[in-house]
């Protein structure tokens, strides 16, 4: 019995180049179990960049990638699929003409097995998952609470449902772990609170390890266990929400320099703040 | 406003009447009204003694058409007055009216003179413009189509008028489109599944009926149709489902005919194989051949497939066509005396007597189609099916789900390919002969036209295309040398109303009712 490994992904070092830019340099990164990681740092910062290199798009140019202990750089998108780990998009990416449900199924694609010969003459395999697949279909769309919409076209679904969709299909291959590109973008606070509480079903409920992306403070500093602050492709600090609320070079990143005053008025605040509780 | 009705009407006019002059000028005119004519009178009219009425009545038709295009130009909230709507039928009618009369007078005067328009024209021959001109009696020539264009246009604003009136515009039109909704075909299919079960085998039984009762020329047509519609189906799980373009499907297609010619004939091989195992020989290797063209594409995005099989397919027909191939394919003179099943006596049994050859091959070729459509279908609603129009929607979000991009491409590709093969085999030996002119780049357009005329990744589109695209053709022989242009026309006015395609893909409904949350958790296990 192989032991359970003490890390879902470690990254170690890695380093993209596109042509002279570099995108991401020296950045590592070690997600716990069951745990909530955020990626955060201003426009340009490397922060998609280093989840296409995890999630398989880019190769990266340094460093390892490990995924349960298991090197996994440089494999196709389809086998890291298969591995567990599910991904959304900054920018939706449904199959818009499919309906909500096939959407789903198509996450389901790792975890089938029925071959196109079982399908020719409808074996018992195939009727079997085609009827598992759909009512496992079903359970996520109601989970994330698109249940009604089942047999819609995936493009007629309002803005923040297509986001739960892309939640409900990245679901479907029973993920180890979960990287949401910027899952809150765009929407309203009473969207937002609802998908903040989905991320946090997510991992109670379900036990996914979730890495994401988001610029909504309110969002991460909510839900994080620990933050990786990206500049520039660096990484310039790794925390707590509380520590990175607080750390002068982030505050540098998102504001500039001269910012110090800043940093010992707003501890000072919330020191006061501490008192009047 | 009467000025600005005024010059809108007249240019609608305008093209009322360049539109008569145009159709008068190829001859469509007095095509037409022969045609009207047989359909009502029943008779055979001769080309040069067409009753006037007919050609009256076509020249209406298109005033008619155009006025009501016109009223039915303003919104729905701006609608014309009687008053103005009389004003503009008018001008119409009278512009369109002076413009065909223009003609009149000016064939008419060649005509009295002697001279023969077909120096510049053709088409017209002196017996139709005598036929169109009362035998030159050309005032009454004119005022004749003069009325027929007032006329016309009156028509459609009474028409038109009436269904203001009833405050129900163009009720026949929104009648029809919610036909389907009105009789609830989908709901009365939901709730009683039998139903559709019940009128799809009264359709398949209808179908197999068919061969039995219609004439040995609607028999050719239907098997071309057919066989079209399977070379359809197969190109549809390509180009309509994975999304991989294809312009050189006859390749596909050429394979399956030769290989099933070359183990069939008695030269040059005289292998004389079965008939069943040569068209399965015919399908592996079509297949194989598709495999090979996919291996190349298999990790590119992008229409590269597109080129590569439009090289393909010249290849294959230059290489059947060339000297160099000559001993194998018979080069330019192709394979002769291609075998064709033997009638299984069941045939003789049941109904007395053998059925006739070419009824005979019908059935086969029903039988091979039904077991492509079955095939098709069980293919598109499963989950091969589905991982395809994944790929067709976003390719790197499909991988990304874990769909294995590569070899689903290669697959449609073989399948497609095989089924084309297929196609071939029959088509071959149907004509008991095959030869490379019978494999032109034609012959994928029209392939490819039945798949995007139906309606991309829709099985009932694709088989409605393949009627349009071959059928249709046959249907309109009557009106000769015009019916290419008639059936252009056609397939644009269909292309504007439906530009999806006849009959779009329908997504089927899946959903069933969720389960609890624990089952979820116990399923998400890793």
Redesign the interface.
């Known amino acids: 019995m192989t032991k359970k490994p003490s890390y879902v992904l470690e990254a170690e070092n890695i380093t993209i180049n596109f042509g002279g830019l570099t995108a991401v340099n020296d950045v590592s990164l070690q997600v716990p179990f069951e745990s909530i990681i955020s990626i955060i740092g201003p426009n340009g910062a490397g922060k998609t960049t280093f989840f296409n290199c995890i999630s398989g798009f880019y190769a990266c140019d340094n460093g390892t990638v490990f995924f349960q202990e298991r090197p996994i750089n440089g494999i196709p998108t389809d086998e890291i699929a298969n591995l567990g780990i599910s991904r959304t998009y900054q920018n939706i990416r449904l199959f818009t003409n499919m309906s909500v449900i096939e959407n789903v199924l198509i996450g389901q694609q790792p975890r089938l097995r029925s071959t196109c010969i079982d399908t020719l003459f409808q074996t018992f395999r195939n009727r079997r998952e085609e009827k598992q697949s759909i009512q496992k279909a079903c359970n996520l769309l109601d989970f994330v609470g698109l249940g009604a919409y089942a047999d819609d076209v995936a493009n007629n679904l309002p803005y923040g449902a297509q986001r739960r969709l892309e939640i409900a299909r990245a679901l479907g291959n029973n993920p180890h772990l979960l990287l949401l590109d910027e899952p809150c973008a765009g929407m309203n606070p009473h969207e937002t609170s609802a998908m903040i509480e989905l991320i946090n079903t997510l991992r109670s409920q379900l036990k996914i390890t979730i890495v994401l992306i988001e610029h909504d403070m309110k969002v991460v500093m909510n839900i994080s266990d620990s933050i990786l602050v990206l500049d520039h492709g660096e990484k310039i600090a790794q925390g707590t929400p509380d520590e990175i609320q607080s750390n002068q070079k982030v505050i540098e990143a998102y504001l500039g320099s001269g910012t110090e005053n800043l940093v010992e008025k707003y501890s000072r605040r919330k020191a006061d703040k501490g008192n009047l509780d | 406003m009467m000025k600005t009705i005024l010059s809108k009407s007249s240019k609608f006019g305008i093209v009322a009447g360049i539109i008569l002059i145009f159709c008068e000028m190829i001859n469509l005119t007095s095509t037409l009204a022969e045609i009207l004519e047989k359909l009502f009178t029943g008779g055979t009219a001769a080309k040069n003694a067409i009753t006037p009425f007919y050609m009256g009545l076509v020249v209406g038709l298109i005033v008619f058409f155009t006025t009501i295009n016109f009223l039915r130009t303003r919104n729905s909230q701006k609608k014309y007055s009687f008053g103005q709507g009389f004003f503009a039928a008018v001008t119409i009618s009278i512009v369109s009216g002076l413009l065909i009369s223009l003609l009149n007078i000016i064939l008419g005067s060649y005509l009295v003179n002697g001279k023969d328009v077909r120096v510049y024209l053709e088409a017209l021959a002196p017996d139709v413009i005598r036929a169109f001109l009362f035998q030159t009696d050309i005032q009454k020539a004119v005022t004749y189509y003069f009325m027929s264009t007032i006329l016309g246009s009156m028509a459609a604003l009474i028409l038109f008028w009436i269904s203001q009136k009833t405050n129900q515009p163009a009720k026949s039109v929104r009648a029809l489109t919610h036909l389907k909704e009105k009789i609830q075909i989908g709901r009365a299919f939901e709730r009683y599944p039998a139903v559709k079960t019940v009128l799809i085998l009264l359709l398949i039984i209808a179908f197999l009926l068919l061969p039995l009762v219609i004439n040995a020329y609607t028999i050719s047509v239907l098997g071309i149709v057919l066989i079209y519609a399977i070379m359809g189906l197969g190109l549809n799980l390509i180009v309509g489902l994975s999304g991989q373009l294809v312009f050189g499907y006859v390749a596909f297609f050429a394979l399956g005919a030769y290989t099933f010619g070359l183990l069939t004939a008695p030269k040059p091989f005289g292998i004389e194989m079965n008939f069943w195992l040569a068209l399965l020989v015919s399908l592996i290797v079509a297949g194989i051949g598709g495999f090979l063209v996919g291996l190349p594409i298999m990790n590119l995005r992008g229409d590269y497939l597109a080129i590569v099989t439009l090289g393909f397919a010249e290849i294959v027909r230059i290489l059947i066509n060339s000297n160099l191939m000559a001993d194998y394919t018979g080069g330019p003179q192709g394979i002769k005396n291609i075998g064709q099943p033997i009638q299984p006596s069941i045939f003789e049994k049941y109904f007395g007597e053998p059925l006739e050859d070419n009824v005979w091959f019908l059935y086969l070729i029903i039988f091979v189609f039904l077991i492509v459509l079955y095939?098709a279908f069980?293919?598109q609603y499963?989950?091969?099916g589905?991982?395809w129009?994944?790929m067709r929607?976003?390719e790197?979000?499909?991988?990304?789900?874990?769909?294995?991009?590569s070899s689903y491409k290669v697959?449609a590709i073989v399948?497609g390919a095989a089924i084309a093969g297929a196609a071939g085999a029959l088509y071959a030996s149907r004509n008991t002969y095959t030869g490379p002119s019978e494999y032109a780049f034609m012959v994928s357009v029209n392939a490819l036209a039945v798949v995007v005329v139906g309606g991309m990744g829709s099985i009932p589109g694709t088989l409605l295309g393949a009627f349009i695209i071959k059928g249709l053709p046959e249907l309109l022989r009557d009106l000769e040398n015009y019916r290419m242009v008639v059936f252009g026309a056609l397939l644009i006015v269909m292309m504007i109303i439906r530009p999806e395609g006849i009959w779009p893909v329908k997504?089927?409904?899946?959903?069933?009712?969720?389960?609890s949350?624990e089952?979820?958790?116990e399923?998400?296990?890793?």
Do not use: F, M
Request: a positive charge; aromatic letters at 0%; one cysteine or more.
């Open positions: 095939a069980r293919l499963s989950r091969t589905r991982s129009e994944a929607e976003d790197t979000v499909a991988q990304a789900c874990g769909v294995t991009t697959l399948i997504r089927r409904k899946l959903s069933v009712a969720p389960e949350i089952i979820l958790k399923d998400l296990k890793p």
